[in-house]
């Protein structure tokens, strides 16, 4: 549990200083022992003639002509009449019905948030949040249970409120164990599930609440007590992942189609729900055909094929991140920058030989176009791809907002640069570390910090240096979100990684320092992304200097991961799970039935 306690005090020890360089290369061979899941480690010395590497990764599983064809009509003046038509009732009836009670609101809310719909009522949300947190929690708990406690709960820390804990201490026997008597509460477990994920490290009440209602929604799930098909899909679907843990975008995709099954459920909402689903799908669309368009014409795919292309993956990314209808820019440029550091990336850990990536290295500390003399060929035209791409990027925001950004990527860049390096030169000396060693550098490794900048500096905000030194330098949420990101990339992408030689990850870092099995140190693992999003939920909280906008990219920046990793490694290796997953929101337009002209709630 050291990391667990160097996490717990919010810093990471200093990084142990330089490392050894080695004239000679090792060859560093991992296996998985079959049967037990332990790690067998050799590292073996051998003065190899350097050969390239090969990534082994499939390829690219997207017909860019065929997603460039695609065609939605749903920005059509229709749909956008009948959308405004049904906004301008959900706001009235909003607004009408202030004193519906605080747990009508919640409900309301959760559900807006969960369709997709809340960024269309933020004033009227903000509104209702300011009503409920000045009403006693009393009322709440005596007009709904457990449920609106842990509803209300929930509403209040996603949107940054100080609420505690305590409220839940009246579900507590005597002994401070839950009442077993609310297990037969299954909707209200499953909110009590979901509020405990807003936790932080302090807060054990709910460490107990996340761990007794896991146990017992598992066992009624397994047990196949529950009635109602809808709650059991909700259940399990929970259990799979937490609310607070998921992708925005695709769990309205997921929500959608449970809220229609709903007795509850309001057909104003609903249809509104799926048109402006479709709409916001448009746009997805238009982003990527640009995208398509500008990644054609770079050509950096045809020239570099050892390399993995994952243009539309950077774009889910982005989606992920910033999914709302007005984010394009933020969209595209998260896409821009994922797919060339997913090259860089390819070269670093397998394709370069060292002293290549040396060079790389220090022609992007310099950010030298005069650098190139030097390289091979491939290296040239990915220098010049970067070089260009990310000027561009720092000419727009000079030009937009006279605000001048290149400073902060040329210095993600180098740092990013720097860390590859040391892992290429672990590699290459066939040197293991410790969990602790490892994510001094891996944290930075997974390149969040340079994607983070770019996101946020496409926001069409006016940022300031201010704002931008204390993101970079004094905050930590730019790591914690990293790190989780890297813990979950490692648990989706370690195995394969180690098969073409790279280092060793997280899990592999644990099994070597501890003799861990695999199943031990993957849920070792589990925890650590479990503690780090506790840290996360406590900034939200207490600190008030980071631009919001910024916190919202950071959160979901993590829920991608949680995407993306969820099953295998959807970034580096998509398969056609992950394709079908991906079309259900990008590409297949929900089929809108209109509340027969009858507006009604
Ligand atoms: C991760 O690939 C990846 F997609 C990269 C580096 C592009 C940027 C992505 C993120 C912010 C996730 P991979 O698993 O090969 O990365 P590592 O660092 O493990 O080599
Ligand atoms: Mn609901
Ligand atoms: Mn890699
Ligand atoms: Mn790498
Ligand atoms: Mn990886």
Excluded at 4 to 24: D, E, M, V, W, Y
Excluded at 391 to 406: C, P, V
Excluded at 531 to 541: G, P, S, Y
Excluded at 557 to 573: E, I, P, S, T, V
């Amino acid at each position: 549990m050291e990391l667990a306690h160097s996490l717990t005090n919010r810093s990471f020890p200093c990084a142990a200083g330089g490392f050894k360089r080695s004239i000679q290369s090792r060859e560093l061979r991992c296996a998985y022992k079959s049967g037990h899941g332990r790690l067998h480690l050799s590292a073996k010395m051998a003065t190899t003639v350097e050969i390239r590497r090969s990534g082994n990764y499939p390829p690219c599983i997207w017909d860019y002509d065929f997603l460039q064809s695609l065609q939605n009509n749903h920005k059509e003046q229709f749909y956008e009449t009948r959308a405004d038509e049904l906004k301008r009732y959900v706001k009235k009836y909003l607004i009408n019905n202030e004193d519906i009670g605080q747990l009508a609101w919640l409900e309301i809310i959760d559900d807006l948030q969960r369709l997709g719909l809340d960024y269309h009522f933020e004033k009227e949300i903000r509104n209702a949040l300011c009503m409920i947190i000045s009403n006693p929690t009393n009322d709440v708990i005596m007009e709904g249970g457990l449920h609106a406690t842990a509803l209300r709960f929930q509403i209040l820390r996603q949107h940054g409120y100080k609420v505690s804990q305590d409220v839940f201490n009246r579900f507590k026997d005597t002994d401070g164990n839950f009442l077993r008597c609310i297990c037969e509460d299954i909707k209200g477990m499953l909110s009590l599930y979901e509020a405990s994920y807003l936790g932080t490290q302090s807060e054990g009440v709910l460490d107990e609440a996340k761990d007794f209602t896991t146990r017992h929604l598992k066992d009624v799930i397994n047990k196949g007590i529950i009635t109602d098909k809808v709650l059991v899909r909700q259940v399990s679907h929970a259990l799979e992942l937490p609310l607070h843990w998921r992708m925005r975008r695709f769990e309205a995709r997921w929500y959608i189609d449970i809220y229609e099954e709903k007795e509850d459920m309001v057909p104003v909402l609903l249809e509104l729900a799926k048109i402006d689903f479709n709409f916001v799908q448009a746009i997805y669309q238009k982003d990527l055909a640009e995208l398509i368009r500008w990644w054609k014409h770079l050509g950096l795919k045809d020239k570099l094929e050892f390399a993995r292309d994952r243009l539309v993956e950077g774009l889910q990314w982005g989606l992920g991140m910033a999914y709302e209808p007005e984010f394009s820019n933020c969209r595209i440029a998260v896409a821009k920058v994922m797919v060339i550091i997913t090259v860089i990336d390819d070269i670093y850990d397998f394709y370069g030989f060292l002293e290549e990536v040396k060079l790389f290295t220090s022609a992007t500390e310099r950010w030298d176009i005069c650098a190139l003399d030097e390289f091979p060929s491939y290296l040239k035209i990915c220098f010049v791809a970067l070089f260009n791409t990310v000027n561009e990027m720092a000419y727009l925001n000079i030009k937009e907002h006279g605000f001048d950004s290149l400073p902060y990527f040329k210095k993600e860049r180098a740092d990013l640069c720097n860390v590859y390096l040391g892992e290429a030169e672990i590699v290459y000396e066939g040197r293991t570390q410790t969990l602790e060693e490892y994510l001094i550098k891996a944290w930075k490794s997974i390149a969040c910090c340079v994607v983070l900048v770019h996101a946020y500096l496409s926001l069409n905000e006016n940022s300031t240096q201010d704002t931008l030194n204390y993101i970079t330098k004094d905050s930590n949420l730019l790591r914690w979100s990293s790190l989780i990101v890297r813990l979950t990339d490692d648990l989706g992408t370690s195995k394969a990684e180690l098969e073409r030689g790279d280092i060793l990850k997280s899990m592999e870092c644990y099994m070597s320092e501890t003799g861990a099995s695999e199943e031990v140190a993957r849920s070792y693992i589990w925890n650590l992304i479990d503690i780090t999003w506790k840290t996360i939920n406590e900034d939200h909280i207490e600190d008030s200097r980071l631009p919001q906008s910024f916190v919202k990219l950071a959160i979901n920046l993590g829920r991608a991961a949680h995407f993306m990793y969820h099953q295998g490694d959807g970034h580096g290796a998509p398969t056609e799970n992950h394709k079908k997953r991906a079309m259900s929101f990008w590409f297949s337009p929900f089929h809108v039935m209109s509340c027969k002209g009858i507006l009604r709630w």
